[in-house]
């Protein structure tokens, strides 16, 4: 299995609505990322897990939290976000936060979720 | 902080022309990747260059890595319609463990 699956596809949520965002891959990557990506712009960078422990916290707001269930889940907690939060989520893994001097650096992707706060 | 830019942000071309995309960073890089991303679609690997002054290539996509380790370039020969998307180029830095995302280069492709 070469891939990284994000559910659900698309959402919609109120201000003050509470919902998860998933991701789950099974390469046996010890990596794993969650970037936020606007219309038209690079992906941003939100946080980083590496072998299930947060190592990068890109300074946002603690009503985006993320858990780590294990090796191969990855979830996204979202609460109180704001009409500005309207982005694609993107889940991504690696084999490992390093280089990969062995040219093994590449990230896998998800096909993201399309998140709409109204 | 670490800074990547690519131009240009856009291309029009039409099928059967080049297309070229530099990526130039303003640290020197341990590593530079590239991604392309469909319209609609999610971003997704194309290649790794590690060394200096590397060549790579994929079909009638080129890939190069700079002497200095600073910059690089994506070159596609005789466009298809398949190729389009948006091409981003992302590089790593010894003092960082994340990929710095450059803006991307939208290429259309008309037939």
């Known amino acids: 299995d070469t891939e990284v699956t994000q559910t659900p596809k698309h959402l919609v949520m109120g201000m003050t609505n509470k919902k998860s965002l998933k991701c789950e891959q099974h390469m046996g990557h010890r990596a794993m990322y969650w970037y936020k990506q606007k219309a038209k712009k690079p992906p941003e960078l939100m946080f980083v897990y590496s072998y299930e422990k947060l190592s990068i916290n890109e300074s946002v707001p603690s009503r985006f939290s993320p858990e780590c269930p294990n090796s191969s889940l990855l979830n996204l907690h979202l609460h109180a976000l704001q009409p500005e939060d309207s982005a694609l989520y993107l889940c991504?893994?690696?084999?490992?936060?390093?280089?990969?001097?062995?040219?093994?650096?590449?990230?896998?992707f998800g096909s993201g979720t399309r998140l709409t706060v109204v | 902080g670490q800074q990547v830019m690519q131009i240009p942000q856009y291309q029009h071309v039409q099928e059967g022309e080049d297309f070229t995309t530099y990526c130039n960073s303003s640290?020197?890089?341990?590593?530079i990747q590239w991604y392309k991303q469909r319209p609609g679609g999610h971003p997704v690997f194309l290649i790794q260059?590690?060394?200096?002054?590397e060549v790579k290539k994929q079909k009638r996509l080129t890939f190069q890595f700079g002497e200095a380790k600073k910059n690089s370039s994506l070159h596609i020969t005789a466009t298809q319609t398949t190729d389009v998307g948006t091409y981003f180029c992302?590089?790593?830095?010894?003092?960082?463990?994340?990929?710095?995302f450059g803006k991307g280069t939208m290429l259309l492709v008309s037939p």
């Open positions: 991504a893994s690696s084999q490992d936060t390093t280089w990969g001097v062995q040219g093994k650096g590449g990230y896998t």
């Open positions: 640290t020197t890089l341990s590593n």
């Open positions: 992302a590089g790593r830095n010894s003092g960082y463990s994340t990929l710095t």
């Open positions: 260059l590690v060394k200096s002054g």
